[in-house]
T-cell receptor, first 113, second 115 residues
Framework: KAGVTQTPRYLIKTRGQQVTLSCSPI?????VSWYQQTPGQGLQFLFE???????NKGNFPGRFSGRQFSNSRSEMNVSTLELGDSALYLC????????????FGPGTRLTVT | GQNIDQPTEMTATEGAIVQINCTYQ??????LFWYQQHAGEAPTFLSY????GLEEKGRFSSFLSRSKGYSYLLLKELQMKDSASYLC????????????????FGTGTQLKVEL
């Protein structure tokens, strides 16, 4: 069974631009969560989608948004990029979002200049 | 919200045992996870505790005390490949519509295994 895939793996953007990241969960997994990882803050929860609905949300500004499609693939969008948005963006999928482990993708390394 | 504390760094010797502690203060609790993350790689699941007590899985064991807001990860027979960051994460009670995965992670403990 293929693991969680994320595209692109690396991205360089300029401050003020917007970016869309994509995540394909493991086949059969319906829950997709997004995290931001930085050296200073560690892993921080952005949001979780389940059955095309946002089920949980972290404490990030509205510039961070996401969506999930009927095939469970998910995208996250960051508008009006700031230098502080430079980070590794990880997505994780799980079967039902219950007390089960999440499987992480390799991440997208975003650099904002 | 959640507040999670774990040591920043630890060093241990190959073949030894190491215990990584995690304390948390939470407004809602629905389980505690441990993840391992090697440099440049994604986190991988190690263990999940929702009830008090010890869960053992091979060389790795995890303990939880909900009344004390405390967990530890025990690694036995350390190997060089165990050098990694170990992340403690608490699952929230419920989200916008209840249930689901809202995990708050600690900043991780960087474990270095030496010869």
């Amino acid at each position: 069974k293929a693991g969680v895939t994320q595209t692109p793996r690396y991205l360089i953007k300029t401050r003020g631009q917007q970016v869309t990241l994509s995540c394909s969960p493991i086949s059969g997994h319906r829950s997709v969560s997004w995290y931001q990882q930085t050296p200073g803050q560690g892993l921080q929860f952005l949001f979780e989608y389940f059955s095309e609905t946002q089920r949980n949300k972290g404490n990030f500004p509205g510039r961070f948004s996401g969506r999930q499609f009927s095939n469970s693939r998910s995208e996250m969008n960051v508008s009006t990029l700031e230098l502080g948005d430079s980070a590794l963006y990880l997505c994780a999928s799980s079967l039902e979002g219950g007390p089960r482990e999440q499987y992480f993708g390799p991440g997208t390394r975003l650099t904002v200049t | 919200g959640q507040n999670i504390d774990q040591p920043t760094e630890m060093t241990a010797t190959e073949g030894a045992i190491v215990q990584i502690n995690c304390t948390y203060q939470t407004s809602g609790f629905n389980g505690l996870f441990w993840y391992q993350q090697h440099a440049g790689e994604a986190p991988t699941f190690l263990s999940y505790n929702v009830l008090d007590g010890l869960e053992e899985k091979g060389r790795f064991s995890s303990f939880l005390s909900r009344s004390k807001g405390y967990s530890y990860l025990l690694l036995k027979e350390l190997q060089m490949k165990d050098s990694a960051s170990y992340l403690c994460a608490v699952r929230d009670q419920g989200g916008l519509t209840g249930g689901g995965n809202k995990l708050t992670f600690g900043t991780g403990t960087q474990l270095k295994v030496e010869l």
